[in-house]
């Protein structure tokens, strides 16, 4: 059988498929092949200048993106999601790249992106320059060496130039600056809009003494639904909740907050268990052992003077109406974040359990109000006039997630360069004086 196998193949089979053949121990015959072709190693000027090549390819591309007249890109991914942008950090990690060189690009952008927060196509476009330069002195027989050298030599004068004409700037002079980067942007025409809040935004939270801004005190809040202008500054937190009963006041004045991060429900045995309900009196004694924990709870908060309580962890409705008849206004699911924040701002303590709530762990506010938004269902809530003087939040507001996504991008863009900027003392000013 393997001889007619054999026979039948024609003469230069093994040759033209580059292969041998074989035969597996049931006699079945398979080909092995060879590799197609032989490695090629490129070394020395040849793969510098390889490296080069690859690396301005994808300047190319980012190329046309560069300057008020870049163009946008829209990029596609594999689930059809579509994303339109000419932000260069946004570009190349959506760009699927195999060489080694070209991955170095994309992450200089991105280092570019978590340091300045700006200048993302413009430092690959320079690099790409650089690179191009580079290559001419590499054909004229100068040592790779040599030319890093020069390029470090040429960066310490640009630097030392820079900092001899630097000037301090004043708050009017930043915002126009701000104003002036809008003007590539989807919001132009509201740009002296946006850089008044994102200039307010960061003399809030700065710190006058240490001339430094910490940025985490700025949260940046998203809602679906109105026009660009309508995005405002709150000198306080803007969480994405709204009070747990329809029936609870919408507004507050100076209230005793409580930061709970325990369940409002009563205690689960940690074994597992199983409970028989025979007849009407075992469920009234049932539901009168659950109405007893949560009296237990309902007294803690009362005993501390609490009047609005915020739930890390959701309760049920029976909870729900307690806490209203006792007049105590509650909001449940506050995100983790939000707990940290509203802490540090109000200066309430954490309370990991019930029996813990104290007055002296209670914060305060000058205002707790329900944001509603226009004839639609979608609330807010807004803590306002916090005792510690610097949590402020921008309430971003766009016709689509896209939208509010490219906003939200502009002013952490924004807050990055303020803190990098250097200010004199009268462009610390307190914007909600």
């Keep these: 059988y393997q001889r007619r196998v054999r026979d039948s193949l024609p003469a230069n089979h093994t040759k033209m498929n580059g292969g041998s053949l074989a035969f597996d121990e049931f006699g079945r015959p398979f080909i092995i092949f060879r590799e197609q072709r032989q490695k090629e190693r490129v070394q020395g000027i040849d793969a510098i200048k390889a490296s080069i090549v690859a690396a301005r390819s994808v300047v190319s591309i980012l190329r046309t993106s560069l300057g008020p007249k870049g163009m946008d890109k829209m990029l596609v991914s594999s689930d059809g999601d579509v994303t339109i942008t000419n932000d260069g950090a946004t570009i190349m990690d959506n760009m699927e790249l195999e060489n080694q060189i070209a991955k170095l690009m994309v992450q200089l952008s991105k280092s570019q992106d978590n340091e300045i927060g700006d200048g993302t196509t413009g430092v690959v476009v320079l690099a790409g320059s650089l690179l191009e330069q580079a290559e001419g002195l590499l054909s004229k027989g100068i040592h790779p060496t040599r030319i890093a050298d020069g390029y470090e030599m040429a960066c310490r004068v640009a630097v030392e130039h820079l900092k001899s004409i630097s000037e301090k700037l004043s708050g009017e002079e930043i915002q126009k600056i701000v104003a002036t980067s809008l003007n590539s942007k989807i919001v132009n025409r509201d740009r002296e809009h946006f850089a008044e809040i994102a200039y307010k935004s960061v003399t809030a939270v700065a710190d006058q003494k240490r001339k430094d801004v910490n940025l985490d005190l700025i949260q940046v809040e998203g809602k679906v639904g ?83 309580a915020l ?61 509603s938004f226009g004839t639609s269902k979608d609330r807010m809530l807004a803590i306002r006039g916090c005792p510690k003087r610097g949590a402020v939040t921008i309430l971003v507001r766009g016709g689509n997630k896209m939208v509010l996504s490219f906003l939200f991008s502009i002013f952490v863009l924004f807050l990055m360069h303020y803190r990098f900027w250097k200010k004199p003392k009268d462009a610390f000013t307190t914007p909600f004086a």
């Design 226 to 308: 109105g026009r660009l202008e309508d995005t405002k500054l709150f000198d306080g937190i803007v969480i994405d909740k709204d009070f747990s009963h329809p029936q609870m006041p919408k507004t507050l004045k100076n209230p005793k907050i409580c930061i709970l991060t325990c369940a409002f429900e009563p205690p689960k045995p940690k074994t597992k268990h199983e409970l028989h309900v025979q007849s009407v009196e075992d469920y009234k004694k049932l539901a009168s052992l659950e109405k007893g924990y949560f009296d237990e709870m309902i007294k803690h908060l009362k005993d501390a003077g609490v009047t609005l």
């Design 311 to 371: 739930c890390q962890w959701g309760f049920d409705d029976e909870a729900n109406h307690l806490l209203l008849q006792n007049g105590i206004n509650a909001v449940r699911w506050v995100s983790g974040q939000h707990i940290e924040h509203l802490s540090i701002a109000t200066g309430a303590r954490i309370v990991p359990r019930f029996q813990e709530i104290t007055a002296d762990k209670l914060g305060t506010a000058e205002v707790v109000e329900e944001l």
